[in-house]
């Protein structure tokens, strides 16, 4: 049992480039959420899903997009990398109702 | 709108001493919170959550956590603290799952 799943785990980027993140969970979780850490800020929510075919956003959007075409997959997306996404990325899934999170072991993005 | 607040940056103690990690949260209804424990280059591990019911937790490495509705608070405390414990801590409250910005805790010998 994997559990959540990011590829790549890191990734150096040159300015304007684009590239995307996978996450992938097999505990056939609804709902899915994507984060970034930077030292001091914690982790702030990107954007997030509820079901498959639905994405919302978060704390902090900008820059990014995100699709689930597939219940166990969540995307997210940089179409114009600037250095100011070099951070570490965080994805997450869990059932509907009050229960705990999953977080995959992250993915560490340079970008240059 | 929800939000947590970590008003500790960073904390030293002493091995052996107590510890009292602080979180205050704003949410609209009922609040489902979290603790979670980072350790450096690692993901986040779930140290205890309060749904409902009693207000003490217990979690994981002999954590507790008090939830306390009129203060809006949800208090991290561990009775000694261990060298193994230095790490990051996590405080989350649920609607989205929106973190505060953590407290370093660092151990001394």
């Known amino acids: 049992n994997a559990g959540v799943t990011q590829t790549p785990k890191f990734r150096v980027l040159k300015t304007g480039q684009s590239m995307t993140l996978l996450c992938a969970q097999d505990m056939n979780h609804e709902y899915m959420y994507w984060y970034r850490q930077d030292p001091g800020m914690g982790l702030r929510l990107i954007h997030y899903s509820v079901g498959e075919g639905t994405t919302a956003k978060g704390e902090v959007p900008d820059g990014y997009n995100v699709s689930r075409l597939k219940k166990q997959n969540f995307l997210l997306g940089l179409e114009s990398a600037a250095p100011s996404q070099t951070s570490v990325y965080f994805c997450?899934?869990?059932?509907?109702?009050?229960?705990?999170?999953?977080f995959g072991q992250g993915t560490r993005l340079t970008v240059v | 709108a929800q939000s947590v607040t970590q008003p500790d940056i960073h904390i030293t103690v002493s091995e052996g001493a107590s510890l009292e990690l602080r979180c205050n949260y704003s949410?609209?209804?009922?609040?489902?919170l979290f603790w979670y424990v980072q350790s450096p280059g690692q993901g986040l591990q779930l140290l205890l959550k309060y749904f409902s019911g009693d207000t003490l937790v217990q979690g994981i490495k002999g954590f507790e956590a008090e939830f306390k509705r009129s203060q809006s608070s949800f208090n991290l405390r561990k009775p000694s603290v261990h060298w193994s414990d230095a790490a990051e801590y996590f405080c989350a409250v649920q609607g989205n799952l929106i973190f505060g910005k953590g407290t370093k805790l660092s151990v001394k010998p």
């Open positions: 997450a899934s869990r059932s509907p109702g009050w229960t705990e999170a999953f």
């Open positions: 949410y609209g209804a009922t609040p489902y």
